[in-house]
């Protein structure tokens, strides 16, 4: 009865007669749940129990008895069995009793993945989003699309706040009080990204030692953002939009389909649709995945916006490192806002923080403090009266110059670009596909620009 009860409810149950053929079970897969009636025809549930919880502590233990005794009850608690069901076992019982395992099961998922996260030193809820009409069109477009369930892309350079509009997007959802989940899939080793998406069954691969599960059923009935999501592989794409189409998949190494609710959001600094044209990303799971496209602007094109952000952030690190800050110089608002910040928000905090740090004196930051450099920078003899690169071409000539600096090291080209070896790497692919020799990245710089020697170090670090 209980067995096509719980599979009318759509659960995969299974029913066995003995121990025996329970432990046999056990072997061969894995359950989130084992009920166990107390008197069993070659044995004792109790005992069985007990034996489960050794042997998996993660899998909850239901005891059921139509002979209930203080004794039994005691020691079902002492055993940390999750419930002690009198017979007979009403459906309504039953279901009330599985809606708890759901939640409670959510909430360590949840639990554990937070345990692991990193949590940035300026949170979401500490953002300005600004005056410009740039940024005020995005704020709408937030507002719009939080109350959806839609798919978002979304799309910018490294530093403009790709994860703050995701968060925001999950505040204002209605998932808010659900998990929200972060991958960053830059990050994971390309051989663990399958089993970091979907999880793993014991014994699925070298090194998995126990079942774990992935971050689309950690973010079951919330948000997962996968951050970087150009940087997956051709082989996961396919996998990935399987899971937006279907919302099913299976553990790497199981056979068992498993069903979530996930809200997506993806974000990425390179041109998905130049990523398409190129052969590096799938059509389908572009479109998939660009149902709400945001594209969030450069500093430098908000520049309505600095000022608030500057006085945002000297207030919140003044308040952070005990400081008596109440702003910066006029001269030093100069400097600031003549500076292209390469590296945008990101870079702005980091160089606010670092001020307020050094600042000597209470009151106003002075240009001493600021640690922006004053010779000029890689690119700084191009006038606005040449012929200007596009900014692939001095994205190209960027890499160049950090190859050859050093020494054509590919990791520490990555670790000196802030970017992902991958990346790099994928750059490279399209360089060769392009007709550049990557082998000597010098044939890629214009006579026009300086070359690695002339490079002042501070301006390339």
Same mark, same amino acid.
């Given at each position: ?25 056990? &072997?061969?897969?894995? %359950? ?33 008895? @139509? ?5 039994? !009850? ?12 009198? #017979? /007979? ?30 949590? !940035? ?14 940024? $005020?069109?995005?704020?709408? *477009? ?13 799309? @910018? ?44 069954? &014991? ?10 599960? @992935?971050? %689309? ?15 997956? /592989? *051709? ?20 056979? &068992? ?97 670092? !001020? ?18 004053? &010779? /000029? @920078? ?6 606005? !009266?040449?012929?200007? /690169? ?36 994928? #750059? ?25 020697? $002339? ?7």
């Amino acid at each position: 009865m209980l067995v096509d009860y719980l599979s009318s409810q759509g659960y995969t149950a299974l029913g066995t007669r003995s121990t025996l053929q329970a432990h046999e079970a056990l &072997k061969s897969d894995a %359950f989130d749940i084992v009920m166990a009636d107390l008197r069993l025809e070659d044995g004792n549930g109790l005992d069985l129990l007990r034996q489960v919880r050794q042997m998996s502590p993660k899998t909850y233990g239901i005891l059921m008895t @139509g002979y209930a005794t203080m004794d039994t !009850a005691v020691e079902a608690i002492r055993i940390g069995l999750f419930d002690y069901l009198i #017979k /007979p076992v009403l459906p309504a019982q039953l279901d009330l009793l599985l809606q708890r395992l759901e939640s409670l099961r959510q909430l360590q998922s949840e639990n554990s993945y937070l345990r692991q996260a990193q949590v !940035a030193d300026v949170g979401s809820g500490n953002v300005v989003w600004g005056r410009s009409a740039l940024m $005020q069109d995005i704020l709408e *477009m937030v507002k719009k699309v939080a109350a959806t369930h839609a798919t978002v892309l979304i799309q @910018g350079e490294s530093g403009t706040g790709k994860e703050v509009v995701a968060h925001a997007i999950m505040q204002n959802s209605p998932r808010a009080n659900m998990p929200f989940v972060k991958v960053n899939c830059a990050a994971v080793p390309e051989t663990l990204l399958e089993s970091e998406f979907f999880g793993h069954e &014991k014994g699925a691969f070298t090194g998995a030692v126990a079942r774990r599960e @992935g971050r %689309f059923e950690t973010a079951n009935g919330g948000t997962l953002l996968l951050d970087e999501i150009a940087e997956i /592989p *051709m082989s996961l794409q396919v996998k990935l939009l399987r899971v937006l189409q279907e919302r099913e998949f299976e553990r790497v190494g199981g056979n &068992k389909t498993i069903r979530v609710d996930v809200r997506l959001i993806a974000s990425t600094n390179r041109d998905l649709q130049e990523a398409v044209r190129l052969g590096h990303f799938r059509e389908d799971l572009y479109y998939r995945l660009n149902v709400v496209p945001i594209n969030l602007p450069p500093l430098r094109l908000r520049g309505d916006d600095l000022n608030d952000l500057i006085e945002f952030y000297v207030a919140h690190f003044a308040r952070k490192h005990g400081k008596n800050v109440t702003g910066v110089s006029p001269e030093s608002l100069e400097r600031l806002r003549a500076y292209r910040w390469p590296g945008n928000v990101r870079e702005l905090q980091n160089t606010l923080e670092r !001020a307020v740090i050094m600042s000597t004196t209470d009151g106003q930051i002075e240009v001493p403090d600021f640690a922006l450099a004053e &010779k /000029p @920078g890689i690119f700084s003899n191009i006038s606005v !009266a040449d012929s200007l /690169p596009t900014v692939d071409e001095m994205e190209r000539r960027l890499i160049g110059y950090m190859l050859l600096q050093t020494n054509h090291n590919k990791t520490r080209a990555a670790e000196k670009l802030a970017i992902s070896l991958r990346t790099l790497r994928n #750059k490279l692919r399209t360089y060769r596909e392009m007709g550049f020799d990557t082998d000597k990245p010098q044939t890629w710089i214009d006579a026009a620009t300086p070359t690695p020697a $002339q490079i002042p170090a501070e301006s390339v670090q």
